[in-house]
């Protein structure tokens, strides 16, 4: 099954966008597009962000220059415009409060929840499996583990 994220930024002011700065590596931006790009573990079909403030087509711009070219393809901003939302994602997917024939989101989040509480059990159990770190082997040293011991800062080949 293919995954999609929508997400709203209506609310949005321009002031959150200053911390993102995406030549820091530690920003928000840079740490969210390393995980995505590399450590996500699921396979997202496509990014769809509505709603949004004109600032952000440029903090994407600028972004996207810092995105392997795989994630800049799966990026869509859309504004205002839900008709090319709906190229991506079936009206009937979506709740009507984005203009779907899903229902109002309330219901959808209760039939949800609904869903998690019939299978209560079986998401409890869940926590229950881990691993022995007893049986772990304990921590070789580089000679073991390599056959070698050392490092070599200079390297000679004859």
Not at 37 to 49: E, I, L
Not at 66 to 74: H, I, Q, S, T
Request: aromatic share 8%; glycine share 6%.
């Amino acid at each position: 099954m293919s995954k999609r994220l929508l997400t709203t930024a209506r609310e949005c002011s321009s002031s959150i966008l200053v911390p993102l700065n995406p030549i820091n590596r530690n920003s928000p931006l840079s740490l969210s597009l390393s995980l995505l790009q590399d450590a996500y573990p699921t396979r997202m079909k496509g990014f769809h962000y509505i709603r949004t403030p004109k600032i952000f087509d440029g903090v994407f711009t600028i972004a996207k220059t810092f995105m392997k070219e795989k994630l800049k393809k799966r990026i869509h901003l859309h504004g205002n415009d839900m008709e090319s939302l709906y190229q991506h994602i079936p009206k009937a997917s979506l709740p009507e409060e984005y203009g779907g024939d899903a229902g109002p989101i309330a219901s959808i989040a209760e039939a949800w929840y609904q869903q998690l509480m019939d299978n209560r059990r079986e998401l409890l159990e869940f926590n229950l499996y881990g691993c022995d770190e007893s049986r772990r082997p304990t921590k070789r040293d580089l000679q073991d583990q390599y056959g070698i011991a050392g490092a070599f800062r200079k390297l000679t080949v004859d």
